[in-house]
C-alpha cells in the first residue's frame, strides 16, 4: 500500500506543479489571497488622497477590509468543501449502491 501511494504521488508531481494540485483542492485560498492583494494595493494607491484622515486609521480600514475579504473566502471555501463532503459525496455514493444493487437484480 506504501508503495502504492508513493507512485500515485510521484505521477502527480509531474504532471502538475504542488501549487496547482492545492488551488484544485482549495479554489478559495488563490481567491482569498487575489483579493487581500487588490484591496491593499487600492487602499494604498487613495493613500494619496485620504483627505484629513490619519495615516493610521487608513492603515487601520486597509487591515480589516483585507483581513475581512480573506476571512469570507475562507468561510466560503469551508462551506463549499463541507457541502461537498456531507450532501454530494453521499448522494453520489448512494447512486452508485442503488445503480450497483439494480445491476445485480438483472
Known sequence: ??????????????????????????????????????????????????????MSVHLIHMRVMAQGFVVGAMTIGVIYSMYKDYIVKPREELKALQQQTAFQHK
Open 1 to 54: 500500500m506504501r508503495i502504492f501511494h508513493r507512485a500515485k504521488m510521484s505521477a502527480y508531481d509531474e504532471e502538475e506543479s504542488k501549487f496547482m494540485r492545492k488551488v484544485k483542492e482549495n479554489p478559495f485560498v488563490p481567491i482569498g489571497m487575489a483579493g487581500f492583494f487588490s484591496i491593499v494595493g487600492y487602499r494604498l494607491y487613495k493613500l494619496k488622497s485620504r483627505g484629513d484622515m490619519k
